[in-house]
């Protein structure tokens, strides 16, 4: 958990407490400096209190978005305009999800540690030496595109640092050798039951996906290539159980992609998103 701040803004909001916004959490203490471990009722319902817990909220939906647009760019796989990096980096919120991240600029793929106000990035290569490339656009490369990703890990570990969007941590899946590639669907994750479909379609919604047709959907880039991952759930009554179909990938033109055609990213990501929504199942069908 982060540490409280040194430099807290203290408002007074009644009689004898004060209130300040660390980060997004609402702290208290009294007047005469005692930290308090929460917030009264009495004290979080007055107008300072109801102003500060408001603009707690703003934030939180501002960490919310940035996050989410960076793990966009992040699955879009296109590269990022360096001067869009230079005007968000001093904006704590935003530094907070991109620094870190392994990224690549010109060629060269280190861990970003600053942007200047001129778009001039600052990485630390996966041996440890700083590298700053020339000014130019900064692609972040989805995990399954990285090699040793085990290396960076240990790199990011031994500079004690964290990734605000989990791009190392995030689960990447290789296509397997013994796969149809004329194939135009995966029948790994089919036969998970559900005692009913909301059940599956609330996890579906949970992890970010959206439904459409029966189909839990994801859209991913990958290598310039737009695709929708698709993993069939259902679309009878809500109350109904059902079992989990099959997982595919379709074209713009909502033409099936033969499982050969599918690029390393578009697998990963539809093979993750069956996954997370499969392991909810209640028992598989037989």
């Known amino acids: 958990m982060r540490g409280m701040s040194t430099q807290l803004v203290w408002v007074p909001a ?20 005692q930290m308090l471990r929460s917030v009264p009722r009495a004290v979080r319902g007055s107008s300072v209190g109801e102003k500060l817990s408001e603009l707690r909220e703003r934030l939180v939906r501002h960490e919310e978005e940035c996050r989410s647009t960076v793990e966009s760019w992040l699955l ?36 970003l540690t600053e942007v200047t106000e001129e778009g001039r990035t600052a990485l630390v290569g996966q041996d440890g030496t700083p590298h700053t490339p020339p000014v130019g656009p900064v692609t972040l490369p989805h995990p399954v595109l990285l090699s040793d990703v085990e290396k960076w890990c240990e ?14 941590a995030r689960e990447a899946h290789h296509r397997p ?20 479909l909301r059940h599956a379609t609330a996890r579906a919604a949970r992890f ?22 698709r993993y069939w759930l259902g679309a009878d009554d809500p109350g109904l159980p059902i079992e989990t179909g099959r997982l595919l990938w ?19 990501e ?16 037989g």
């Open 14 to 33: 009644t009689h004898g407490h004060e209130l300040a916004l660390d980060g997004t959490t609402l702290r208290c203490r009294k007047s005469g400096g």
């Open 155 to 168: 790199l990011l570990d031994g500079r004690a640092s964290a990734q605000g969007v989990p791009q190392l």
């Open 76 to 111: 879009g796989g296109v590269p990022v305009p360096a001067a869009l990096l230079a005007r968000v980096w001093p904006d704590p919120s935003w530094r907070a999800v991109l620094e870190h991240l392994v990224v690549v600029v010109d060629g060269r793929t280190g861990l």
């Open 208 to 229: 970010g996906f959206v439904m459409r047709g029966g189909f839990a959907m994801l859209r991913i880039v990958d290598g310039g290539v737009g695709l929708q991952a």
């Open 177 to 196: 050798d013994d796969v149809d590639p004329g194939a135009t669907s995966l029948d790994d994750y089919a036969g998970g039951e559900f005692e009913e």
């Open 270 to 285: 539809g093979v993750r998103m069956a996954e997370l929504i499969h392991a909810g199942r209640t028992t598989d069908g």
């Open 250 to 268: 379709v074209d713009a033109s909502e033409r099936p992609v033969p499982l050969g055609e599918v690029g390393p990213v578009a697998w990963s």
